[in-house]
């Protein structure tokens, strides 16, 4: 599997609101995966959560994480992202979930009342299938 940085195609992709699954590792080893909204800057992630999340408490036991991203009118064209977490922030001022529900939804996430955190993961290897 080729390391970063991504090839254009690629970059651009994942610029675009696609839909995407996360893959977390349970404490016994067993994937656990979730629908969720990213968003994809410098070479990195941005995901967001909220702060109850299972993958939550499973990416500060173990960083490791994966991330498909499924072409929206097209899933046989898709990216492979896999690397680990490198900072969990809280986003009080929820900036972060705004972002993404922006990106989206096109304004901001609706639920102000729970506490969410934000995880940026940097990418480590890659795959991808009929892009580009």
């Given at each position: ?19 995407a699954v996360v893959a977390t590792l349970r404490p ?17 992630v941005l995901l967001n959560m909220e702060e109850s ?57 609706r639920v102000r009342d729970r506490k969410r955190v ?15």
């Amino acid at each position: 599997m080729p390391e970063p940085p991504l090839p254009p195609d690629l970059d651009t992709f994942l610029a675009r609101p696609n839909p995407a699954v996360v893959a977390t590792l349970r404490p016994d080893g067993a994937p656990h995966t979730a629908a969720t909204w990213y968003d994809w800057e410098d070479g990195r992630v941005l995901l967001n959560m909220e702060e109850s999340r299972l993958r939550l408490k499973f990416l500060r036991r173990d960083p490791r994480v994966s991330l498909t991203v499924l072409d929206e009118k097209d899933w046989y064209k898709h990216v492979t992202l896999m690397g680990r977490v490198v900072s969990l922030e809280d986003d009080p001022d929820l900036v972060d979930i705004d972002r993404l529900s922006q990106r989206y939804r096109g304004g901001p996430y609706r639920v102000r009342d729970r506490k969410r955190v934000s995880a940026w993961v940097e990418v480590e290897r890659w795959y991808a299938w009929n892009i580009g």
